[in-house]
């Protein structure tokens, strides 16, 4: 069974600063599978990245997805103060799994 | 405007059974798979069901094959999830969620969750 590590568990970081957040798969996955979810406290997950690389409708262009294989980063170039949530990594195969999630928390 | 609005969430006994409700709008319903994925509190999220558009292909995650069922109607636009021999674990917020297939794979639209609490 595929298992998806994120890392870090937690990014403290200061708004305007750039995140760079880590999936890795214990198999080689298809790009096509790969997506990034971010969650707010008390809301439901919200699409962000699909195809390991392409923004969901509404995304700004400070999210940004990229990786193959097993190696995968959702970057967000200049953290804006709504940005601060937890972010899953999903794999959508047979079992469609999740990641344990980063959270990215004002420094 | 899509809206996915699930309903049915309570607080049941270990051992009982309870079915959950997420009504669709805002696209064709019939033509999206759906699925259910749940959060149990202060942890990460868990994929539970999927069933295809047509309601004819369905898949369980282990920690609830042989417990839970997933259905839709796809005259009323709507997604249940049958959960039964209900267990402390189960509990968790449950969202549903409409999946994009072919040729990328992902949750696109997401309700706002039901709480399910199994306690005594």
């Known amino acids: 069974e595929i298992v998806l590590t994120q890392s870090p568990g937690t990014l403290s970081l200061s708004p305007g600063e750039r995140a760079t957040l880590s999936c890795r798969t214990s198999?080689?996955?298809?790009?096509?599978?790969l997506a990034w979810y971010q969650q707010k406290p008390g809301q439901a997950p919200r699409l962000l990245i699909y195809?390991?690389?392409s923004r969901a409708t509404g995304i700004p262009d400070r999210f940004s997805g990229s990786g193959s294989g097993t190696d995968f980063t959702l970057t967000i170039s200049r953290l804006e103060p709504e940005d601060f949530a937890v972010y899953y990594c999903q794999q959508f195969g047979r079992s469609p799994l999740f990641g344990q999630g980063t959270k990215v928390e004002i420094k | 405007e899509v809206q996915l609005l699930e309903s049915g969430g309570d607080l049941v006994q270990p051992g009982g059974s309870l079915r959950l409700s997420c009504a669709a709008s805002g696209f064709t319903f019939s033509s999206y798979a759906m699925s259910w994925v749940r959060q149990a509190p202060g942890k990460g999220l868990e994929w539970v069901s999927v069933i295809s558009g047509g309601g004819g292909s369905t898949y369980f995650a282990d920690s609830v094959k042989g417990r839970f069922t997933i259905s839709r109607d796809n005259s009323k636009n709507t997604l249940y999830l049958q959960m039964n021999s209900l267990r402390a674990e189960d509990t968790a917020v449950y969202y549903c969620a409409s999946v994009v297939t072919s040729p990328v794979y992902y949750f696109d639209y997401w309700g706002q969750g039901a709480l399910v609490t199994v306690s005594s």
């Open positions: 195809g390991a690389s």
């Open positions: 198999q080689s996955v298809s790009s096509s599978y």
